[in-house]
């Protein structure tokens, strides 16, 4: 079945530093790919997609390119702030799955002033 | 924007109670979704449904129940709680076709079982 791999956490990055945060993923099919955020004692909130290979989704200063040659969907952000710190989760949804999301296990990332 | 409301932010139940917890999505979406979110286990999938009156078991429905009389409203029913049902319960909702597509969610029902 489908399957979702992201580099574990918890990650502890200062102030500007650059981010990122691996995933990658098993499906049959051709999966749209996601990256959600969550926020202390929030619901999962949609951060970015990409729907086909080569797709480049971006959001608040995050991107994620759609790599289906190595089955990727990194997470990148070229200077974070203290308030991405929150949960990430990557997925996947696809047609071949009854159109359910497959989530990875979550990344927690800390930034420090 | 997508609304999706839980009724309850936090609830306390007793060991045996029954339990519903509410979900009540604004934008029309043809498919719904109860999770429950543990530490170290991520997001699991309990209960989903693609239309009205239907539901389809995820991959942890033990112990649980849905019900969707309205396209709006998704319930999840905890039929007898017990403690390892405590946990952080998430619904969403999504327009795909057949689920497919991103999900919005709420803000999350904290359930404790004493």
């Known amino acids: 079945g489908d399957s979702v791999t992201q580099m574990e956490g918890p990650v502890t990055l200062s102030e500007e530093a650059f981010l990122t945060i691996n995933c990658t993923y098993t499906?049959?099919?051709?999966?749209?790919l996601f990256w959600y955020v969550q926020y202390p004692g929030e619901g999962l909130q949609l951060l970015l997609k990409?729907?086909?290979?080569?797709d480049k989704g971006s959001n608040k200063g995050f991107e994620a390119t759609y790599r289906k040659e190595t089955t990727s969907f990194h997470l990148e952000k070229g200077s974070v702030q203290v308030s991405d710190s929150a949960v990430y989760f990557c997925?996947?949804?696809?047609?071949?799955?009854?159109?359910?999301?497959?989530f990875g296990d979550g990344t927690t990332l800390t930034v420090k002033p | 924007d997508v609304k999706v409301t839980q009724s309850s932010r936090y609830l306390v139940k007793r060991t045996g109670e029954k339990v519903f917890l509410e979900c009540v999505q604004d934008?029309?979406?043809?498919?719904m979704f109860w999770y429950r979110q543990d530490p170290g286990l991520g997001l699991r999938l309990i209960y989903f449904s693609y239309d009205v009156k239907m539901k389809e078991k995820g991959d942890i429905p033990e112990g649980y129940s849905v019900s969707r009389e309205k396209k709006e409203r998704f319930s999840l029913i905890l039929e007898s709680a017990s403690t390892n049902q405590t946990s952080m319960y998430l619904c969403?909702?999504?327009?795909?076709?057949?689920?497919?597509?991103?999900?919005?969610f709420g803000p999350g029902t904290r359930l404790t079982v004493t």
């Open positions: 990409a729907t086909k290979a080569d």
């Open positions: 934008m029309d979406h043809e498919n």
């Open positions: 499906a049959t099919g051709y999966p749209s």
């Open positions: 997925a996947l949804s696809g047609y071949t799955n009854a159109g359910k999301s497959t």
């Open positions: 969403a909702s999504s327009p795909g076709l057949a689920g497919v597509g991103e999900q919005y």
